[in-house]
């Protein structure tokens, strides 16, 4: 298994300024995602951030608009860039340790867009 | 493409009985299919995986089924109680840019009453 915290937990942002998201891991893993979850709805991929190598984005994420970082085996940021209120939403990252199946997520980062 | 249906609406039972959730998938032949918990405010918890050659698996109250020809699995929680209340998701393996990645249902939400 794995711990895995988020920073901040919460933010209430202006329009067109960005936010950079932290996540932080209890072991060093390979596989990282971020998703996001609007209200109602269902996790949604953003991008699988792995260590040495670039973010792979999904189909409608772009890396101006969430830019990521993988600095090493236990840390990785999310920025969302020039918010709108469309990006209002729940952000979560998560982690696939090694030869598991399975994902362990953060609690989420929610973030409003006024 | 690949498509993931749970029930929107929400599942009402009475302490005692057996919930039962339905996640049917269209376009996929997955080798394994997960569950997850979530609850208000927090990120998603594995709960059980299955595999395509496993027709049921279980874990103290809950059992999970997996018919890869109707392309259904089916998550029974037996004797439930007002905690098991949450929504579970079930999620199907993807592929990605090089990597494995999960693919996530909408989610039915439970409520257990008293």
């Known amino acids: 298994s794995a711990v895995i915290s988020q920073k901040p937990s919460r933010d209430i942002c202006q329009r067109g300024t960005s936010l950079t998201i932290q996540c932080q891991v209890d072991?060093?893993?390979?596989?990282m995602f971020w998703y996001r979850q609007q209200p109602g709805q269902s996790l949604t991929l953003i991008a699988t951030a792995n260590q040495g190598s670039e973010a792979t984005y999904e189909s409608g994420f772009v890396i101006d608009k969430f830019p990521i970082s993988r600095p090493n085996l236990t840390f990785s940021t999310l920025t969302v860039s020039n918010m709108s209120p469309e990006d209002s939403s729940i952000y979560l990252c998560s982690v696939e340790p090694k030869l598991q199946e399975t994902q362990y997520f953060g609690p989420g980062t929610r973030l409003l867009v006024l | 493409s690949q498509k993931i249906e749970q029930n929107s609406e929400a599942l009402n039972i009475q302490e005692g009985k057996t919930a039962t959730l339905t996640c049917n998938y269209t376009?996929?032949?997955?080798?394994?299919l997960q569950w997850y918990r979530q609850d208000p405010g927090r990120g998603p918890v594995f709960l059980l995986l299955i595999r395509e050659n496993e027709k049921e698996k279980r874990k103290e109250r809950l059992k999970v089924t997996f018919d890869t020809t109707l392309k259904q699995s089916l998550f029974h929680i037996t004797a439930s109680q007002p905690a098991d209340s949450a929504t579970y998701l079930c999620?199907?393996?993807?592929?990605?840019?090089?990597?494995?990645?999960?693919?996530f249902g909408a989610g039915t939400r439970l409520a257990v009453h008293p």
């Open positions: 376009n996929y032949s997955p080798a394994y």
């Open positions: 072991s060093q893993v390979t596989m």
């Open positions: 999620a199907l393996p993807g592929f990605s840019g090089g990597y494995n990645k999960l693919i």
